[in-house]
């Protein structure tokens, strides 16, 4: 019975998870979330004293899922180029990914709010860090592997896919143009690779 | 006195920029509104009965002012490589900027929430559309005059440019990183340019 505080906390990110989907960031309340969750209100109240700490609490959580998608992301995918192409289109959300528009959506509403809350605001550098670092890599790795040039400088290109990508699936989910990211995926590919004298296919 | 109901709606729009600076989207009240109208609320209520109707109306009146803004950014700009840098630039904002930053966060917070109003969502749709026909236009008269690659696709290169732009200076507003949109910007004319077959300066 030791991982029941844990359980309990992982409840309450699939609780607050299911509740932003459904409400958004800004409307949500500590009783839609506890509408959620099966086990007791007072349970979630003791856990987080307000929905300020309880949304540090679940960005982190977010970060952390994302951190270990960012390991999973490439693996079995050999090309250097591949590897950097699957990367970029992971920021694409289909039409058909409601729950996930959903999320990025609450998303944009907490990063607007984030200047208010320093938990959330570190959160935020976190994951933009961890995706800056992970394509950084991926561009490093081509470059020792003969792929890439070797003379680019991979963070500043990994910063300029991460925030390119970003503002187009904020750009999608907001004004619901399908399409959108893949479309700005295709340029930016194809000017990262001509930069990188790297073939695009 | 023919102008006064377009004085009238003038002064709201006035109040309501300054009142979404203070108190953001999220928190704004028509009362805060009201707050910084010198004239009667009944008259603000007159104009616009809710909330989400003034923000429809507020939107329309900054992608007028935005519509006005790009006609002039690169007058008496005259290579198109300069034009092009101003214009990119022109998406970075400066730690000193406060108000342009609260007014970039105000517009990020209806952005997250532009899928519950039709009227905001067109709005930035068309500022979107805007930004992005000025910079196809100052690419094509680089082309023709020479100065670019006239086989380059100026329309995926605008959106590029705008969707980047915008993503780096949501990022910087959100997370208060001073200098991450120069950084973008930097490697994005870099690509750009070399895309374009352009000398970078």
Redesign the interface.
């Known amino acids: 019975m030791t991982d029941e505080p844990a359980d309990t906390e992982l409840a309450i990110m699939e609780a607050t998870f299911e509740a932003v989907c459904k409400h958004?960031?800004?409307d949500v309340t500590m009783q839609d979330i506890a509408d959620e969750f099966d086990k007791s209100k007072s349970l979630l109240h003791y856990h987080h004293h307000t929905k300020e700490e309880l949304f540090g609490a679940f960005l982190e959580h977010l970060v952390d899922q994302y951190e270990e998608k960012l390991d999973d992301l490439v693996e079995g995918v050999d090309s250097p180029n591949e590897r950097l192409r699957e990367f970029v289109n992971w920021f694409t959300v289909g039409p058909e990914e409601t729950e996930r528009t959903s999320l990025h959506?609450?998303l944009?509403?907490m990063?607007?709010?984030?200047?208010h809350n320093q938990k959330v605001?570190e959160q935020?550098?976190r994951s933009?860090s961890l995706a800056r670092a992970a394509i950084t890599t991926l561009i490093k790795e081509g470059q020792a592997a003969g792929s890439f040039n070797p003379d680019a400088?991979a963070a500043?290109?990994a910063?300029?896919c991460f925030?390119?990508?970003?503002?187009?699936r904020?750009?999608q989910v907001?004004?619901?143009?399908t399409g959108?990211a893949s479309?700005?995926a295709?340029?930016?590919l194809?000017?990262?690779f001509?930069?990188l004298d790297a073939p695009g296919e």
């Open positions: 958004g960031y800004a959506l609450a944009l509403e990063r607007s709010q984030a200047q605001r935020f550098r933009d400088d500043a290109l910063q300029l925030v390119t990508m970003d503002g187009a904020a750009r907001t004004v619901d143009e959108y479309e700005v295709e340029t930016l194809e000017l990262i001509e930069h």
